[in-house]
T-cell receptor, first 115, second 117 residues
């Protein structure tokens, strides 16, 4: 089975712009989660989608949004970029969701640099 | 917000030695998972231990869980240079709406392991 894929792998944007990142989960996985990883804050949960619905959301401002399509592929969008949004954005898929979370399979990440 | 705290933050050992990493957490959990991350890449799932389990093995990995102390340890035996990576514990809390997520994984800040050949 192919793993989780993320595009693009690297991105450079300037402050105020917006960006869209894409994630394709493992075939058959219906849950997609997004995480932001920075040296200072570590890995922080952004949101989770299951069957095209956002099920869980972390403590991030409304500039961070996402969606999931009927084929389980997911996108996340960050509007009005700030320097502090520079991070590695990781997407993970799993078979299911909810309490008693199953193991997650991560993509290689998208490295976003905001200048 | 962070739930797990790994200890130590960094660990340097020689090939062939054992490496032990510890993780403490704050709330009741359904399970605890360990992941490995090679420099700036995606995370790889290593092992999952459920709250009613006390010990689990997978190859050279041994994980223990003490729910009374809210702590877990990861032991890598006979380490290899290829084990050099950051290791994270992640908890699936039972408390709903913890940190804004209902049952999703909460990661610690990780232990950076360096295995010298």
């Amino acid at each position: 089975k192919a793993g989780v894929t993320q595009t693009p792998r690297y991105l450079i944007k300037t402050r105020g712009q917006q960006v869209t990142l894409s994630c394709s989960p493992i075939s058959g996985h219906r849950s997609v989660s997004w995480y932001q990883q920075t040296p200072g804050q570590g890995l922080q949960f952004l949101f989770e989608y299951f069957s095209e619905t956002q099920r869980n959301k972390g403590n991030f401002p409304g500039r961070f949004s996402g969606r999931q399509f009927s084929n389980s592929r997911s996108e996340m969008n960050v509007s009005t970029l700030e320097l502090g949004d520079s991070a590695l954005y990781l997407c993970a898929s799993s078979l299911t969701m909810g309490l008693g979370a199953y193991e997650q399979y991560f993509g290689p990440g998208t490295r976003l640099t905001v200048t | 917000s962070q739930q797990g705290e790994e200890d130590p933050q960094a660990l340097s050992i020689q090939e062939g030695e054992n490496a032990t990493m510890n993780c403490s957490y704050k709330t009741s959990i359904n399970n605890l998972q360990w992941y490995r991350q090679n420099s700036g890449r995606g995370l790889v799932h290593l092992i999952l231990i459920r709250s009613n389990e006390r010990e689990k093995h997978s190859g050279r990995l041994r994980v223990t869980l003490d729910t009374s102390k809210k702590s877990s340890s990861l032991l890598i035996t006979a380490s290899r240079a290829a084990d050099t990576a950051s290791y994270f514990c992640a908890t699936a809390p039972t408390t709903t709406n913890y940190g804004g997520s209902q049952g999703n994984l909460i990661f610690g800040k990780g232990t950076k392991l360096s295995v010298k050949p």
